[in-house]
């Protein structure tokens, strides 16, 4: 194959989809334009994130980017070619309609970062549930530098990070490192670029020998919580902890702790 067919090939392949037992790998395939989110591209993901949603099969997925970065954010390109402001709309639902996907899916999603994660791609780590990056890796909202405040990844970084961090990096658009990352919260981890992937499949596979019925109903209580009073907070919890004791998943792990064994999950 040439190489100008085998960019081709790649082109027409936005996004891959890799599976290893339990561990599904969506990996964002535009390389050559770092990843950025094109609207075929989100509506592939959005595709992906609901099968993975209904697949019993599927335990854990990560996210990550082919080439030299995770994700550049949007395409500029297509926003620049939206001429109504029904087109941009309907593309910045679509896109908030992706990071709600990842948010609400039952199973636990985990961002695999390298090189940039920028605008809309620092709005997908932060939307992950658990994130890993090499430490050669950048995150930043550059969105002022162009005029463009990142409100959008605002909402997701705002959740994730400190407020005086969150406004830093919308303000200033300034690149953060690896390690800046992870004193912010943005990331849980930063391992050298050989150790990323054992890094990442460390906690899909930790994650994904635990019962699925525990996690999802363990991941949506976590979620709903966190905008809740306190009290409605601990009232939600205590709810979800007596369904959870009554699981049939449950009785197995108190039983097999008890008779110093490994449980066995049904994932109900």
Known sequence: MTAERSRAADDAMLLRRDRGGGVVHLILNRPRAFNSLSSDLMAMMQTEMNAIAADPGARVVIVEGAGRGFCAGHDLKEVTSLKTVEARQALMAQCCKLMLSV???????????????????????????????????????????IGLFCSTPMVALGRNVGRKQAMEMLL?????????????????????????????????????????????????????????????????????????????????????????????????
């Open 103 to 145: 948010v609400h899916c039952p199973k636990p999603v985990i961002a695999k970062v390298h090189g940039v994660a920028a605008a809309a791609g620092c709005q997908l780590v932060a939307s992950c549930d658990l994130a890993v990056a090499a430490e050669g890796a950048s995150f930043m909202t550059p969105g002022v530098n």
């Open 172 to 268: 200033t658009g300034e690149a953060m490192d690896a390690p800046t990352a992870l004193r912010f919260g943005l990331i849980n981890r930063h391992v050298p670029t050989g150790e990323l992937d054992a890094a990442a499949m460390h906690f899909a596979q930790l994650i994904a020998s635990k019962s699925a019925y525990t996690l999802r109903i363990g991941k949506e209580a976590f979620y709903r919580q966190m905008d809740m009073e306190l009290e409605d907070a601990y009232k939600m919890a205590s709810d979800v902890m007596v369904e959870n004791m009554l699981a049939a998943d449950a009785h197995e792990g108190m039983t097999a702790f008890i008779e110093k064994r490994q449980p066995v999950w049904s994932d109900q």
